[in-house]
């Protein structure tokens, strides 16, 4: 094995070298910091890296490998989205305001992972409070795609993606709201899954649009994602809206039988407009599952087309709301010059926050001022909930949803920067998921021309995690997708 070989390789493949002390977690580690030297530099995809951390936990780790004392998780090393509070170690959101912010206490799915004897390389690079699909509205560096270090990792979560597409991590946490956790997965060739809103505990995540957002794993593959999934799930009495309902082992039932399963393909998602590679490899990808047995079946989800609107109402609102604790009083930057309170407030905001923040926050707040409140945000949550309806009207007659992730492969940086509204319709097809509550997931079907991954999006009924696993890893285990890598990093 050459110096960063160990550094291509899923969790569960780990897992059985270091059980069979073929490789220490020590050395694993070791053998990150390495690549992470050799690539960091081009890809960008950390903000924090947390090698003395690190070290310590794979030394424990390797003392109950020794004694035979391991999980799935033990001494594999883990990249943690950078909205992840993590105690003693700085959560910056990538934004200015929380530069030097070090939270007291640990997120829920942090505490869950440190349990389990996972190890922490770094915290990775986003979107400034989440809000993005490219990356390039971080306050520090810009992540490069390791597939093409000219384009965009997709965002928000494009740090977390980035570090796994490029061999700088074994697997990543990352958040997804409107589709932050597969639109990047799509874009760098990964496997990213969003979980049913409610199936993780957000507990300690920082907040964007609180009935929205949740988190999820960034992988190499589908098994590694239910490992992931599995280690991070369940109720947690410090998130309310943590459903109380018991893990299902999402390793165990994990299987690539589809014959008799019921595939929709739903006619708003096959569009005009959706690049040509990208409609060919999802073709290919839904003639596989037919030739595997599937029964795909036409669907039609018709409020489709206001999903983009709504979710825009919806998730603005909520994060005008939950960024008004940053006011320089209790966390973050504070200006120090002010003369008197409400300009220390207002200074502090302004330096603080970027420009993407500054209009959401204040689209948001319009749409939450009295006279507006009724046409903007209660209109918003109506549409939701006809959104929410399609889906349970679709999944009367079928088992799962097929639809390509993203209508584009990663696009170059800085092309759509000054254009919010086409960034905005970088999540056409995610933002459904989220704003009815459904696991969903991205993995690699393609590659284009170009050699930029291609993404295909399976959705399921609320808490199918399992569906949905089983429905990609029957896909995954007859392609190669998922093992290959960028060449010339
Ligand atoms: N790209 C979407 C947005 O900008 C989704 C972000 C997310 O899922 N956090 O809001």
Redesign the pocket.
């Known amino acids: 094995m050459n110096e960063t070989a160990p550094c291509s390789l899923p969790a569960h493949v780990l897992r059985q070298k270091l059980d069979k002390q073929e490789l220490s977690s020590r050395s694993l580690v070791e053998a990150f910091y390495r690549r992470i030297e050799s690539v960091e530099g081009k890809v960008h995809a950390y903000n924090t890296l947390t090698k003395d951390v690190a070290l310590t936990q794979a030394d424990q780790a390797d003392q109950l490998i020794a004694k035979g004392e391991s999980g799935p998780l033990t001494g594999i090393p883990i990249a943690l989205k950078d909205n992840l509070c993590t105690k003693g170690i700085r959560t910056t959101c990538s934004s200015k305001i929380l530069e030097n912010f070090i939270p007291p206490y640990d997120a829920t799915v942090v505490e869950k992972l440190r349990k389990a004897g996972a190890v922490f390389l770094g915290k990775t690079n986003m979107?400034e409070f989440?809000?993005?699909?490219s990356t390039e509205n971080s306050a520090f560096e810009k992540t490069a795609n390791p597939w093409d270090l000219a384009c965009i990792p997709g965002?928000?979560s494009g740090g977390s993606a980035a570090a796994v597409g490029a061999d700088e991590a074994v697997m990543a946490l990352g958040?997804?709201?409107?589709?932050?956790i597969r639109q990047p997965a799509a874009c760098c060739g990964v496997v990213g899954m969003k979980p049913t809103y409610g199936r993780v505990s957000r507990f300690g995540l920082v907040a964007?649009a609180s009935s929205l957002d949740q988190i999820g794993p960034l992988t190499h593959d589908v098994r590694d994602a239910a490992i992931l999934l599995n280690a991070i799930g369940g109720h947690d009495p410090r998130d309310s809206t943590s459903v109380d309902m018991p893990m299902p082992d999402l390793i165990g039932t994990l299987n690539e039988n589809v014959a008799g399963l019921k595939i929709g393909i739903p006619k708003e998602y096959f569009i005009e407009g959706i690049d040509s590679e990208v409609g060919a490899a999802l073709e290919s990808a839904i003639e596989h599952y037919r030739k595997a047995g599937a029964e795909i079946k036409a669907i039609s989800l018709p409020h489709t087309d206001y999903a983009t609107a709504t979710y825009y109402v919806l998730?603005t609102a909520e994060a005008s709301s939950n960024l008004s604790r940053y006011d320089g009083v209790r966390f973050g930057l504070r200006i120090q010059e002010a003369k008197d309170l409400l300009e220390m407030y207002s200074e502090s905001r302004r330096l603080g926050f970027g420009s993407e923040v500054k209009r959401r926050i204040m689209i948001g707040a319009h749409a939450l001022s009295s006279g507006y409140y009724d046409a903007y945000y209660k209109k918003g949550q109506q549409v939701r909930t006809l959104i929410k309806n399609d889906f349970d009207e679709a999944f009367k007659s079928v088992d799962v949803i097929l639809t390509p992730t993203a209508p584009t492969p990663a696009f170059k940086m800085g092309e759509k920067l000054d254009d919010p509204l086409t960034m905005?319709l970088?999540?056409i097809f995610t933002i459904s998921a989220n704003l009815a509550g459904l696991p969903a997931i991205s993995l690699p079907c393609g590659l284009t021309s170009n050699h930029l991954p291609i993404g295909l999006q399976l959705i399921g009924r609320p808490f199918d995690e399992a569906g949905v696993l089983s429905t990609a890893y029957a896909f995954e285990q007859q392609h190669d997708f998922h093992e290959r890598r960028p060449e010339d990093l």
């Open positions: 979107d989440a809000m993005g699909s965002g928000s958040s997804d709201t409107g589709g932050s964007f998730a905005y970088c999540d």
